[in-house]
């Protein structure tokens, strides 16, 4: 005997096998515009060259989102889900990424001074060529799980293992 699946039994197994809704197009148009959007769905949006400063990103979903060559002095991003981003020359002085998740993610010659680090997530972070001697919420220990180069300047008394 095989069993018989009605439409309501393939629509509820197609719906759990698909996945979220990738990202918000609105919300990423308002980003891109200059506009502050806390807790949006920017995944995997396209920001790269934007200049943009103090926004309130704070728990935005910005997982593999392009952010390279972005000017985005004093920016929010504090409990964000910045995974596998890729923020290649970027600047961000003085903004906020405590208690974000950057696992994975590329600052590689990034201008992070000034910015804050408390709480968050490093593991996997390119930070090669970057500049990070006035950032703050650095440990040596969570630097040892991310990487950088003779480039990465980092605070005083700290070092971070080669990529």
Same mark, same amino acid.
């Given at each position: 005997?095989?069993?018989?699946?009605?439409?309501?039994?393939?629509?509820?197994?197609?719906?759990?096998?698909?996945?979220?809704?990738?990202?918000?197009?609105?919300?990423?148009?308002?980003?891109?515009?200059?506009?502050?959007?806390?807790?949006?769905?920017?995944?995997?949006?396209?920001?790269?060259?934007?200049?943009?400063?103090?926004?309130?990103?704070?728990?935005?979903?910005?997982?593999?989102?392009?952010?390279?060559?972005?000017?985005?002095?004093?920016?929010?991003?504090?409990?964000?889900?910045?995974?596998?981003?890729?923020?290649?020359?970027?600047?961000?002085?003085?903004?906020? /990424?405590? !208690? =974000?998740? @950057? %696992?994975?993610?590329? &600052?590689? $010659?990034?201008? #992070? *001074?000034? +910015?804050? /680090?408390? !709480? =968050?997530? @490093? %593991?996997?972070?390119? &930070?090669? $060529?970057?500049? #990070? *001697?006035? +950032?703050?919420?650095?440990?040596?220990?969570?630097?040892?799980?991310?990487?950088?180069?003779?480039?990465? *300047?980092?605070?005083?008394?700290?070092?971070?293992?080669?990529?």
């Amino acid at each position: 005997m095989k069993p018989i699946l009605t439409a309501t039994v393939v629509a509820a197994l197609v719906a759990i096998a698909l996945p979220a809704v990738a990202q918000n197009a609105s919300q990423i148009a308002r980003v891109r515009g200059g506009a502050s959007c806390a807790g949006c769905n920017l995944f995997q949006a396209s920001l790269s060259g934007l200049e943009a400063r103090g926004l309130n990103l704070s728990g935005a979903r910005l997982r593999q989102a392009d952010l390279s060559l972005t000017v985005m002095n004093r920016t929010r991003f504090s409990n964000a889900d910045l995974r596998d981003v890729e923020a290649y020359g970027g600047v961000f002085s003085s903004s906020n /990424f405590s !208690g =974000a998740n @950057l %696992t994975n993610a590329s &600052f590689v $010659g990034a201008y #992070l *001074q000034g +910015a804050r /680090f408390s !709480g =968050a997530t @490093l %593991t996997g972070v390119n &930070f090669s $060529g970057a500049s #990070l *001697q006035r +950032a703050t919420g650095l440990t040596q220990s969570r630097l040892n799980q991310a990487c950088g180069d003779e480039a990465t *300047q980092l605070p005083v008394g700290l070092s971070i293992p080669r990529c």
